[in-house]
């Protein structure tokens, strides 16, 4: 059985109008943002960055209870991995108990 390495993930743009959003979200894509490497060695998400991928702006993911609600959730922190974005702490988590999921 072989290791996987990094998960890329794809982005999301949201512009208004469909044609608009389909050219912008291409010249960001040529110019700024290539999307997101996952190192769950590191438990780190890393933002590929500018036309020569460069790495950056990185997270610490981990589970933890929710600021929101308490619940559990996956959290991607920049607090101690990042100058620029220090203050971003993002949060994901299932609206439903894991008990429902089909």
């Not at 600021?67 to 994901?92: K, M, P, V």
Request: with cysteine; hydrophobic share 40%.
């Amino acid at each position: 059985m072989t290791t996987a390495g990094p998960i890329k993930f794809a982005g999301y743009y949201s512009f208004a109008g469909a044609e608009l959003s389909e050219i912008a979200a291409k010249l960001v894509h040529l110019v700024a943002w290539h999307g997101k490497m996952f190192d769950p060695v590191k438990g780190e998400l890393c933002n590929e960055l500018l036309p020569f991928r460069i790495q950056g702006i990185t997270a610490k993911v981990y589970k933890d209870e929710s600021r929101f609600d308490g619940n559990e959730c996956i959290a991607r922190d920049h607090s101690d991995t990042s100058l620029i974005a220090h203050w971003i702490r993002d949060e994901s988590a299932s609206s439903r108990p894991a008990s429902t999921w089909a």
